[in-house]
C-alpha cells in the first residue's frame, strides 16, 4: 500500500489538474462532470479502500482551493462516494473481470447521480442553503451519464495505479 | 483478524478526516493557509496539463467552429464601429452629467476610474458562479470593489491574489444585489439563481409599477455593495402567487454573464 501511495497521489493532483483545467470548462448542459470525485469512486470500485479515501481526500481538498464553495466539502462527498464505492469493490461487485460489463459503469452512474445531492445536502451543515438552486438536476443527469461513460476506463486506470504498490 | 484491523483503520481514517473537515468549516484561517498552500502545490500540474491541453483544445476547436469565428468577428467588427459611434456621441453627456453628479456628491461610476482585466478561468464546479480574472492587488483590485462589463453589472471581487482575483458573479446563489428602477423611490434585492438560471427578485411590494421591460439598476444605499446607477438587470416576468402579497420577478441580466471575456473593474470600495 505505501508504495502505491505516490503513484496514486501524483495521478491524483494529474486528475485535479485535468479537472480544473479541461472538465470545469468542459461544460454539457451547463454542467461541470467532476472527476475529483469518479476517480476516487473507481478507486473504491477497484476494491482499494484506504487508497480510494486517500484519494477522495486529496482531490476533494485540492479542488476545494480552487473553488468559491464551503472549503472540505468537495473531500467530503469524495470521501462518502470512495467509501460506499469501495465497500462494494471489497465484495467484489462492479469487478471489472468478473462482473458484467454494465455493473462498474451503472455503479457509477449511480453515483454522479446521488453526488450532487450529497453536496448540497452536505452544504446545508455548513449553513449554506442557497446552492440547491443552481440546476441540480442537470448536475444529477449530466454526472451521471458521464460517470456511465468513464467508469470502466477510470476503475482500470485506478487498478493498474493503485497495484503498482502491490495494493489491496 | 487482519480484516478487523483494515475495517478499524479505514473507520478511524473516515472519522478523522469528518473531524478535519468539521473543524475547517469553523476556523477560516487555516483553511485560508491551506488554500494557499494546496494552490502552490496543484499550480505545476496544472500548468502541465495546460501546456498538453490546451494546444490539442484550440486545434480542434478551431477546426470544429471555424465558420462560427468568423461570423462572430464579422459580428464584432460591426459591433465595435457603433459602439465607437456611440462613444463619441456619449462623450459629451457623459462630461455633462459627470458635472452634475460631483455638483451633487453622488456617485457615479462614469466617473470612477477602472482596471480592465481578462476573464482566465470559469468556476470549476456547478454551484458557484464565479470566475477568475488576468489582474489583482498589483494592479490595485482589492476584495468588495464592482465589476462591470458589457453594459452592466457583473459581480463583485471576493477574493484577491498580486497577479489575479475572484469575481462572483451576480447570478451566484449567493449573491444579493440592491437595485432600484424609474424614480429610485422603491428598493428591491435581486438574488443569484445560478450560472444557468440568471437572476430573480421576491417580495417586491404589490404597490410597485414595475412591468416586463423594466430597466433596474443599483440603488446605491448608504453603505451597499455597489455604488448608484449600474444597470443590472431587465425585468423579464411579473408573476402572483394567488393570495401572496408580493411579486415575484425572473430578470434579464444586463451584462451577458455566460460569455464573459474582458471586463472592467470599478476601483470603488464600498464605504465602512
Redesign the interface.
Known sequence: MRRALLPVTVVT??V???????F??LRFA???V?IVWLWPLAMGLAGL??LA?WCA?VAG????????????????VA?VLA?GA?RLGREGVGDLDSAAWWVTPLLAAAAGFIA?VL??GG?F??F?F??W???LV??MVVNAVAFFVLARPMTRLARWVGHAGGAR | MATDR?RR??WT??IA??A??LV??FTTGV?TG???G??I??TP??W???AV??PI?HLLAGTVNYSDVVEQNQKLRYQLGLAEERANEAWAYARQLQQLTTGLDVPFVGSLPTVSAQVI??????????VGISKGRDSGILVGMPVVADGGLVGRV??TTPSGA?V?LIS???SSVGVTFKSGKTSIVVSG?????GLDSTGVPLGTSIVPGTKLSTDGLNGGLYPAGLPVATVKTVTLTPGAATYNLTLQPAADLRHLAYLDVVLWEPPG
Open positions: 493532483l494529474i485535479v489538474a485535468v479537472q480544473l483545467s479541461i470545469s470548462s451547463g454542467v461541470v467532476m479502500t484506504t479515501l481526500i481538498v485540492f479542488f476545494d482551493t480552487h473553488a468559491t464553495t464551503p472549503f472540505g466539502l468537495t473531500a467530503l470521501v467509501y469501495s450532487p453536496f448540497v452544504s451543515l455548513t449554506n442557497s446552492l438552486r443552481d440546476g442537470a448536475a | 483494515t483503520r479505514t481514517l473516515s478526516v469528518l478535519t473537515v475547517l468549516y483553511s491551506l488554500r494557499a494546496a494552490n502545490v496543484i500540474f496544472s502541465a496539463v495546460n491541453a490546451r483544445g478561468t470559469l468556476s470549476p464546479t456547478n454551484f458557484a458562479a464565479t471576493i477574493a475572484t462572483r451566484d446563489t449567493a439563481r445560478g450560472l444557468n438560471s
